[in-house]
């Protein structure tokens, strides 16, 4: 049992949180070895980048985690949170790119590809880590020493596994489709990598005229006109009878020399624009499709780096931008253009960039999508995985049904670069699982492909790649698949998909058994965090100035699953304010456990004993049940009320006058024994929302284990579930709090003691009577009369009516009458003077002409609020006067 004066009088939370998470550190508490006849519990940490860091999505992600995790220790699982960070392929290129740019001028082509990577990987070494130490600050007790990166030996083996066994199954192919591209990052990105954001722009309608017809056009809209340079045909619906005499002719393709056929394609939508559609199958992924089905040629106008190409004839060289303001211009000088229409439309961007993608047909390594579907659908939709909320499961299931195959080469050398190889002599294509130098077929020299993997490649295998696969190991054994994936539902189709698929294709098993799904952190004002918007808060400050644990229980009482929630400052304030009730509460129990011993003989629990003992076994089992079905902000909830309202408010204070009584050592060791253990139970209860405050305060109290992490969690004694003591002690506290409330209404000064009157039912009149001094303690009463209901009710006093008991406090005695209306009379001089002031000014002719309308505004509703108070005063004193 600690002394006093180690708890000393104010929290510090900085100190105490570096000196725990070193101790946990230093014993290893978050190492998790196999233990195959413990029952298993693991999660993987969505992986960040190393070029990240920490921002609230982030902390409420890994908070999240942290709770399951510390919560399944304490249960006594076989636990594992396995860490790691993502290599980030081209948002750590573009960070490198732009450090060799700014210090030395070059660029990655100046270095060659070998000495890039190499600063690549120095930049990882000096920088890395930085994101992982950020959250050690929030407290995340991850098994740092598994701790993997995606482009580690043995995550990189898993890679080129799967990639050539994909590719030995014909599941990976090469091929000239249209992708998006980044003109600025060069490189092709898959649609998941691509917002979409509605732009205002324009629909330009233009002219085609009929080939061999005078005066006969038709008319096409479009808000790209500068692919209409690679146009190869114009497209009708067959239904359309406006068009249907016109398929199969042809049209003169403005601009140009080019002559292009009118096609019939039920794609075309009858209502947009004209319901004539331009086909540009370089240039659009709908276009390509119609291109395949019509066997259409594919001109590419704009090059990969946004430039115009030779195929756009005068405009070649142009900036895809200026090309559309000057070939504008031009259809109009020469009468193309009909007119111009604003239109807001959905326009792709590059997720890094955020430049305006540009679909162009590349080759480009894919991945065949439709064989590894079903597997991956089929086991969330047994219930073999499950999203929580359940809800998302449909999102899921849905995007699945109409996925593309996935571009996965980019272009870019940081990452794990694709494992083939092309003979320089015969021209084989060779896929290998270990690096090559020269061709199998004929011994020829070979040079290997010089795309990258795309990131997510990598990442979909992180539950199984970390564990060691594609080795046969104990971890993997023991952990796989994960208990659950815990994730924003912003990446459902980036990662968790992926996952999915890679797990039932590769490990022939699901990778998690639970999905749970959270939502986004948001301003006050429900905004999206943004550098642009300038309204990001970065969880470092607020823990410097507040806390880990004060961020983190913030976080998760204002969670509800798969939700969005708002990051608000008095939120912060009143988490903080939650710590110090705790901290205050347990230093009063501290100062008070002199000469605590367990084995000392006791008095009987008392009512307070026995009520505070129920509620704790109801809160040990509502939190857990609640924890078990990832409630987690109804659990923090449960916990935070328990805590503040019934241990604190309620129980410590019943407790006091035994705790101060050292002439009657039984029931002071009583109450020392129960307070003793109601918080060490709430400490635990509450660690793995907030890890530190409950470490430093359990090593102060009684205790059984070296670090409440590893201190088993409360366990339900039914035993002392007594739902007697909790009706009558609800009754006694209800009784008190109308006592208190109806002496507030009064102004009856604190300290005051009054009498009071209770009539109670013949189901609580016993345990009343037999506890009436905690209504005389807590309700500051001096004379306490407890009859049957239906006993005479006494004149001239105040009462309220809670279930079973009617309160009367006489009037007689519990404030001075005159005394009173003294203060109220006052108080009516003081407000009548003010209510003549605002509406003199409201009269004011000046005053309304000049004053912002806010402030007119504001002075009526001051004058409305006087109003409102002067007639509460007038009919509080009209009462008193009764009373003379």
Not at 186 to 201: P, R
């Amino acid at each position: 049992m600690a002394e006093e004066h180690n708890i000393p009088k104010v929290y510090d939370p900085a100190s105490v949180e570096k000196k725990w998470y070193k101790y946990w550190e230093e014993h290893r508490y978050f190492h998790a070895e196999v233990e195959a006849d413990k029952k298993p519990f693991s999660i993987v940490i969505p992986p960040p980048n190393i070029t990240g860091q920490l921002h609230m999505g982030h902390a409420l992600d890994n908070t999240l985690q942290d709770i399951l995790i510390r919560w399944h220790r304490m249960m006594g699982d076989n636990t594992l949170w396995m860490p790691g960070y993502d290599h980030a392929g081209l948002a750590t290129q573009i960070k490198v790119e732009e450090v060799l740019k700014k210090e030395e001028g070059k660029t990655r082509y100046d270095l060659g590809r070998e000495e890039f990577i190499k600063r690549v990987w120095e930049w990882k070494d000096k920088y890395g880590d930085r994101i992982i130490e950020q959250l050690k600050s929030l407290g995340v007790s991850c098994d740092w020493e598994h701790k993997r990166f995606t482009m580690d030996e043995g995550c990189s083996q898993a890679v080129r596994e799967v990639f050539v066994s994909l590719y030995e199954k014909g599941l990976i192919y090469q091929g000239s489709r249209i992708t998006n591209w980044c003109v600025n990052c060069n490189t092709a990105l898959s649609d998941i990598e691509v917002e979409h954001e509605d732009d205002a722009g324009n629909l330009w309608y233009v002219r085609y005229p009929v080939v061999g017809e005078m005066e006969t056009y038709l008319t096409i809209a479009t808000t790209r006109p500068e692919t209409m340079l690679g146009d190869t045909a114009v497209a009708v619906n067959p239904e359309d009878p406006r068009y249907g005499h016109l398929v199969g002719k042809m049209l003169q393709l403005p601009l140009t020399e080019r002559q292009i056929p009118i096609i019939a394609d039920s794609y075309v939508d009858l209502e947009f624009g004209t319901g004539a559609v331009k086909i540009t199958p370089a240039h659009d992924p709908n276009d390509f499709e119609m291109g395949m089905r019509h066997n259409l040629e594919s001109i590419v106008v704009i090059g990969m780096d946004g430039y115009m190409t030779e195929e756009a004839g005068k405009f070649a060289g142009q900036e895809r931008y200026e090309c559309r303001k000057n070939l504008v211009h031009e259809l109009q000088e020469k009468g193309y253009l009909v007119k111009i229409e604003e239109h807001n439309h959905a326009v792709g961007h590059c997720q890094r960039c955020r430049s305006v993608i540009e679909p162009l047909v590349s080759k480009q390594w894919f991945v065949k999508m439709e064989p590894l579907v079903k597997a991956a659908v089929d086991c969330v939709e047994d219930g073999r995985t499950q999203f929580v909320p359940e809800r998302f499961t449909k999102t899921y299931t849905g995007w699945m049904e109409n996925i593309r195959d996935w571009c996965i080469s980019r272009q870019i050398w940081w990452g794990h670069r694709i494992p083939v190889w092309y003979c320089d002599a015969c021209g084989e294509v060779i896929a290998s699982r270990v690096d090559i130098d020269k061709c199998p077929k004929c011994g020829g020299a070979v040079h290997q492909d010089e795309d990258a993997l795309d990131t997510w490649f990598s990442s979909a295998l992180w539950p199984f790649s970390t564990m060691g696969w594609p080795e046969k190991t104990d971890l993997l054994k023991q952990f796989y698949p994960t208990s659950v994936l815990v994730t924003g539902y912003d990446i459902i189709f980036f990662w968790v998909a992926r996952m999915l698929i890679m797990g039932m294709e590769f490990m022939k098993d699901i990778p998690f058994d639970k999905v749970f799904i959270h939502g986004l952190v948001r301003d006050s004002q429900g905004r999206k965090m943004s550098k642009s918007l300038g309204n990001g808060i970065d969880p470092l400050e607020v823990i410097e100035k507040y806390g880990a644990d004060t961020l983190r229980f913030m976080l998760i009482t204002g969670n509800t699953p798969g939700n969005d929630m708002r990051f608000y400052w008095e939120r912060v304030e009143a988490t903080r304010n939650f710590a110090n009730k705790i901290w205050n509460a347990s230093r009063f129990a501290l100062m008070n456990m002199e000469g605590y011993d367990a084995e000392a003989k006791q008095a009987p629990y008392t009512l307070a004993d026995q009520w505070i003992l129920s509620r704790l076994q109801h809160t040990v089992k509502d939190v857990t049940e609640l924890l078990g079905r990832f409630e987690l902000g109804e659990a923090g909830r449960l916990i935070y009320d328990f805590i503040w309202s019934e241990v604190c408010d309620w129980y410590i204070e019943l407790a006091k006058p035994r705790l101060y009584n050292k002439e009657d050592p039984e029931a002071r060791a009583t109450a020392q024994h129960v307070l003793a253990e109601v918080l060490t139970s709430a400490m635990k209860l509450l660690h793995p929302y907030m890890p530190f405050i409950t470490e430093e305060i359990y090593q102060c109290l009684p205790h059984e284990s070296n670090s409440i992490m590893i201190a088993p969690w409360p366990i339900v004694d039914e035993r002392l579930f007594d739902d007697k003591a909790e009706t009558g002690m609800t009754a006694i506290m209800e009784s008190i709090k109308a006592i208190r409330n109806m002496r507030a209404e009064v102004n009856a000064a604190p300290g005051k003691k009054v009498p009071a009157i209770l009539l109670v039912n013949a189901e609580l009149r016993e345990i009343v009577e037999a506890n009436k001094n905690y209504i005389n303690l807590m309700g500051s009463i001096d004379e306490l009369i407890i009859d049957d209901i239906g006993a005479g009710k006494p004149e001239n006093a105040m009462a309220a009516v809670i279930a079973g008991i009617e309160v009367y406090l006489p009037l007689a005695g519990l404030i001075d009458v005159e005394k009173e209306t003294q203060r109220l009379n006052k108080e009516l001089e003081s407000m009548d003077k003010e209510i003549k002031r605002v509406t003199g000014k409201l009269n004011n002719a000046g005053f309304l002409a000049k004053a912002p309308a806010d402030v007119v505004e504001k002075e009526k509703a001051k004058a409305e609020e006087l109003s409102g108070k002067m007639e509460a005063v007038k009919e509080r004193l009209t009462y008193l006067a009764t009373l003379k």
